[in-house]
């Protein structure tokens, strides 16, 4: 007999995975121990577990999932064979209309006036505190992505408006804003996307106190500090317009001590994600909760509440690491809403990450 968690192990199907499979019918255990309710599998079912992981990972609606398991175990292979067939067929369908939206999609885009276009194209010129660009660059640097197929998201955006400079990073599961004061811009609102070589290069320069010096000449963009300098050209991309985004719905909001936050993430439990990737990387789930005396918890495997949410635990590490501060506040939403991560006493430098539902 395989316990569960062998099961999950050696099936590629997570621990509450295999219970909701268990709920649901589809695959249910040999044998329940009537006292601790702990699940066992005969040695035949791994191959049963490892079929429905594959159908899962393929996007096999439940339903046909049920009529392959209950064809395979009857070895009628004329059936399975039929099922995945019109499933394939299914998601044959889907892409061409996907490609067919999305071409009328890039004709719109083709043919829609841009309005940031004059943000790229403008020249700016300021100074700013060494210390509090070096800050918001530390602060937002883990964010950025790193995706060959998005070349916009592989920077961090320097946007210049009035006394401020926002730097936004992002890889579409999380974002990261900082800001920093500046003076001598009285121009309009100035945006660019610095490439992440130029903005290491950048940061390395901020060893000092005194005030740099950054320039915005159209695609090129430089940084001076004293007599040193370093300038390369910004990407030609537009960046997500990172306003709209941050826009959160009311939350409960919970004060951490980051030291140990951090370590109840690294000892506490996590949900394996082997059928959820990330960039071409499986990942593992924290799952926090608000007690009612406003503490952030982390969640046993199987310990479910409606009002949980899970996110990626490397990507809250990071996030929490970014901060550098003896208190965070947590604002934990709706499962399906971001988590923000935010300074108490800096209300423009925050990180969210974008939650990751539960095994269904």
């Not at 936004?168 to 309009?188: E, F, I, W």
């Not at 040193?228 to 409960?252: C, I, K, M, N, W």
């Amino acid at each position: 007999m395989r316990s569960i968690g062998e099961m999950a192990r050696d099936g590629g199907l997570s621990v509450s995975a295999l219970r909701f499979y268990d709920r649901a019918g589809v695959l249910v255990p040999a044998w329940v121990d009537p006292i601790s309710g702990y699940r066992w599998y005969e040695p035949e079912q791994l191959e049963e577990a490892r079929l429905l992981a594959r159908l899962r990972r393929a996007g096999m609606p439940l339903a046909d999932i049920r009529l392959v398991l209950a064809a395979w175990s009857g070895a009628d292979t004329d059936l399975v064979r039929g099922l995945l067939q019109a499933h394939l067929r299914r998601l044959e369908l889907g892409l061409s209309d996907a490609r067919s939206e999305f071409s009328t999609l890039r004709a719109l885009l083709d043919h829609r006036e841009n309005p940031m276009t004059s943000l790229n194209t403008a020249t700016a010129r300021l100074s700013l505190p060494a210390p509090e660009l070096a800050a918001a660059l530390d602060a937002v640097r883990f964010a950025a992505g790193t995706d060959p197929e998005l070349p916009m998201l592989d920077g961090i955006l320097f946007d210049i408006e009035g006394e401020g400079l926002h730097l936004v990073t992002t890889d579409r599961y999380r974002m990261a804003v900082a800001q920093a004061r500046t003076t001598g811009h009285g121009g309009l609102r100035t945006q660019v996307v610095v490439p992440l070589p130029l903005a290491d290069a950048m940061r390395a320069l901020l060893t000092g106190e005194e005030p740099v010096q950054l320039t915005v000449d159209g695609d090129r963009v430089t940084l001076e500090t004293g007599d040193r300098q370093t300038a390369g050209q910004s990407l030609g991309h537009e960046f997500p317009d990172y306003r709209r985004l941050v826009h959160l719905p009311a939350g409960r909001r919970a004060h951490v001590d980051p030291a140990t936050f951090r370590k109840a993430l690294e000892t506490g439990p996590v949900r394996p994600s082997e059928t959820r990737k990330q960039d071409g990387e499986a990942f593992d789930l924290s799952v926090l909760r608000v007690t009612e005396n406003g503490t952030v918890i982390v969640c046993d495997d199987g310990d479910d509440d409606p009002h949980d949410v899970a996110v990626n635990r490397a990507f809250l590490l990071d996030a929490l690491t970014a901060a550098a501060r003896d208190e965070l506040v947590l604002e934990l939403g709706a499962p399906t809403a971001p988590l923000a991560i935010r300074r108490p006493d800096d209300t423009d430098t925050f990180s969210i990450l974008m939650p990751v539902r539960l095994e269904d």
